[in-house]
């Protein structure tokens, strides 16, 4: 089990028709693209993954099968590879709201707190330039990628 850091720039922006489904950006997870069977649990619901989908990035279980993957976002610009036979707990991830009109995703659009722990497989995470205050941790059984205000690439 490891947490890697890869570059995902394609997925770091929000697609069009997806924001446009988000009624409150703020803490969502939007799913950019799923190879094979992923399914998210919600503690009340367990749903397959589907693309151009949003949900509650907070208290999300999500789990790839063997041979399948897929790619999220982040309502704060933090692109997310789940691997095959993976699993990922988002435990936190708070948001303040932002303006949706916004065009600059070279920088997290507002404060936020992450927390997610690696049960098993492999995670790609991608990050811009976090706002003063943020802080991210991606934990695994053996290790932990933690950072406060800093850059990830």
């Known amino acids: 089990m ?3 850091l890869l570059a995902f720039g394609a997925i770091t922006s ?8 988000a009624k409150n950006p703020v803490g969502k997870l939007y799913v950019a693209s799923v190879t094979g069977e992923s399914i998210i649990n919600r503690g009340s619901k367990l749903e397959a993954l589907n693309v151009k989908s ?18 999220m976002v982040l309502s ?12 990922l707990e988002i435990q936190k991830f708070a948001q303040e709201p932002f303006a949706a009109g916004r065009t600059d995703l070279e920088v997290e659009p507002s404060r936020s707190q992450t927390e997610a722990f690696v049960v ?3 995670l790609g995470v991608c990050t811009g330039k976090l706002v003063a205050g943020s802080s991210l ?13 800093a850059r990830l690439v």
Do not use: C
Not at 14 to 21: D, G, I, L, N, Y
Not at 56 to 70: D, F, H, L, R
Not at 137 to 149: D, E, F, G, V
């Open 76 to 87: 704060n610009g933090t692109g997310l590879y789940l691997d095959s036979d993976s699993r």
């Open 14 to 21: 929000f697609p069009t028709e997806v924001r446009a489904q």
């Open 54 to 71: 949003s949900y509650v990035a907070e208290g999300s279980v999500i789990e790839t099968k063997p041979k399948a993957s897929n790619a």
């Open 2 to 4: 490891l947490v890697g």
């Open 137 to 149: 941790k991606y934990s695994t059984s053996l290790a932990a990628l933690s950072t406060q205000n």
């Open 120 to 122: 098993r497989g492999s």
